[in-house]
């Protein structure tokens, strides 16, 4: 099976732009997780999609927002975008049956200028 | 809330000498325990897994993990370490049930092998 796609692997915005990441799981899985990377927070939680439904969120403002489609391919948007929101957005595939088993994309690194 | 504690930011070992990577963590129950590796530029790779059953874990390229209850622990061993294991070491735990799929991560361990 394809592992965990991500688009586009690198981004380069401005402040108070928005911008849109792409995850498609690894085939057969239904649920999608984005984690946020960052050199000063580490690894993050910002949200987790299953069967289209919202599942969990992290602690992050509501500029940061995500879908995921009858396929099961994923978008996170982030809007007015900060400085601080430059990092490495990391998708993670899971089969239901996983037992929480993730499987993780190569990420999005986002440069916020 | 659930914490992650791997209390080694980085880590020098010689190539060839054994490796142990400490993580605790902090829980109201028995999570799911991880062991993730990332190298740079890259995504994170499940390294092993415990879910429950036997406390000692075997995992891909040659780790293994051992589970203590009474410790909240959950370290990384491995008997011989390679320059290519060179790499940014993550434990991460995630709910049993009813969680979904949220992981929480450590703030991870930079290894550095010397030749």
């Known amino acids: 099976k394809a592992g965990v796609t991500q688009t586009p692997r690198y981004l380069i915005k401005t402040r108070g732009q928005q911008v849109t990441l792409s995850c498609s799981p690894i085939?057969?899985?239904?649920?999608v997780s984005w984690y946020q990377q960052t050199p000063g927070q580490g690894l993050q939680f910002l949200f987790e999609?299953?069967?289209?439904?919202?599942?969990n969120k992290g602690n992050f403002p509501g500029r940061f927002s995500g879908r995921q489609f009858s396929n099961s391919r994923s978008e996170m948007n982030v809007s007015t975008l900060e400085l601080g929101d430059s990092a490495l957005y990391l998708c993670a595939s899971a089969d239901i049956q996983g037992n929480n088993e993730q499987f993780f994309g190569p990420g999005t690194r986002l440069t916020v200028l | 809330a659930q914490s992650v504690t791997q209390p080694d930011i980085h880590i020098t070992v010689s190539e060839g000498a054994s490796l142990e990577l400490r993580c605790n963590y902090s829980?109201?129950?028995?999570?799911?325990l991880f062991w993730y590796v990332q190298s740079p530029g890259q995504g994170l790779q499940l390294l092993l897994k415990y879910f429950s059953g036997d406390t000692l874990v075997q995992g891909i390229k040659g780790f293994e993990a051992e589970f203590k209850r009474s410790q909240s622990s959950f370290n990384l061993r491995k008997p011989s370490v390679h320059w290519s294991d060179a790499a940014e070491y993550f434990c991460a735990v995630g709910p049993v049930t009813g969680g979904g799929n949220k992981l929480t991560f450590g703030t991870g361990t930079q290894l550095k092998v010397e030749l």
């Open positions: 999609y299953f069967s289209e439904t919202q599942r």
């Open positions: 829980y109201g129950a028995t999570p799911y």
């Open positions: 085939s057969g899985h239904r649920s």
